[in-house]
Each structure stands twice: as C-alpha cells, then as structure tokens.
Nanobody
Framework: VQLQASGGGLVQAGGSLRLSCASS????????VGWFRQAAGSEREVVAT??????????SYADSVKGRFTISRDNAKNAVYLQMNSLKPEDTAVYYC????????????WGPGTLVTVSS
C-alpha cells in the first residue's frame, strides 16, 4: 500500500490546516489508518487513528489534540484526512500517515511526511 500525505504548511497559532493521506490501492478502505507526528528532537507519536470493525468506525486521538483535531476518511476518494484546528506552536512537526491491516496491531505502510509549522 503506497501512501502520500499532503497539506502541510506554515500557519499562525490558532489557525487550521487539513492534511490528506491518499492511496491508489483499491483495498485502502479496508486498512486502519493513523496519523503520526515527529517534532525535531522528539520521538514519533501517534496523533489520531481511524479503523472499522463490525461495521462501526472508530476514531482515537492523543490527549494533546482531542477537541482540536478530527480524523475522517472518504473511501470513494481513497483518502483519510486530518482536520487540525486551533493549532499551537507545539503542533509543529513532520506528520506522517500510516496504514495497517485491520487484523494487525503494527503499522506496516508509511508515506513520506508533510511538514506542519505553527508560528506563535
């Protein structure tokens, strides 16, 4: 599964960005997808995930972004989005999307990152 993240850029604190994760793989809708980020000098951390089990879609968020970020997917477009509102300078990082088979726990497929810079 090949992934391509886009939508990063420079934004002022309090602003918004929407990241997109696209795939050309026809089975992409069957994969759970996560957004991760890595700030300079820090370890990579999970930001949000979206998965589907038993016909129900589940989304989870890191505590640091709850209430500000929203993950969603459009299976018709083979895309997963991360809407980021009320951005803070500490959200500055390279953001990556990753996919995993729904029955696995590890994310095996990663796309190149997109840089988000939030100025104060």
């Amino acid at each position: 599964v090949q992934l391509q993240a886009s939508g990063g850029g420079l934004v002022q604190a309090g602003g918004s960005l929407r990241l997109s994760c696209a795939s050309s793989d026809r089975t992409f809708s069957a994969y759970a997808v996560g957004w991760f980020r890595q700030a300079a000098g820090s370890e990579r951390e999970v930001v949000a995930t979206i998965s589907r089990t038993g016909g129900v879609t589940y989304a989870s968020y890191a505590d640091s972004v709850k209430g500000r970020f929203t993950i969603s997917r459009d299976n018709a477009k083979n895309a997963v989005y991360l809407q980021m509102n009320s951005l803070k300078p500490e959200d500055t990082a390279v953001y990556y999307c990753a996919a995993r088979n729904s029955v696995k726990t590890s994310y095996d497929y990663w796309g190149p990152g997109t840089l988000v810079t939030v100025s104060s």
